[in-house]
């Protein structure tokens, strides 16, 4: 499964990333960032072959995520 990952430009969110990393890594998932501005947490992809689009941020950034998923 490829899962896309949309970060909140500055907010704190390396223990949720750790977390992330894990559930991941155990299910054989690959996680790319396709938005998140400069910030790099995840390795770099496109939004299209992803079946799920996950956020970590507040509105903007789940808006900014509901977006891309349409």
């Known amino acids: 499964m490829r899962i896309g990952l949309v970060v909140h ?11 992330l990393n894990r559930w991941a890594d155990d299910g054989g998932r690959e996680l790319v960032q396709v ?11 496109e939004v299209e072959g992803c079946e799920l689009v996950l956020t970590l941020g507040g509105d903007g950034t789940a808006l900014t995520g509901m977006e891309l998923a349409t």
């Open 9 to 19: 430009p500055t907010r704190e969110v390396d223990a949720e990333m750790d977390a």
């Open 35 to 45: 938005d998140g501005g400069s910030r790099s947490l995840a390795e770099r992809g």
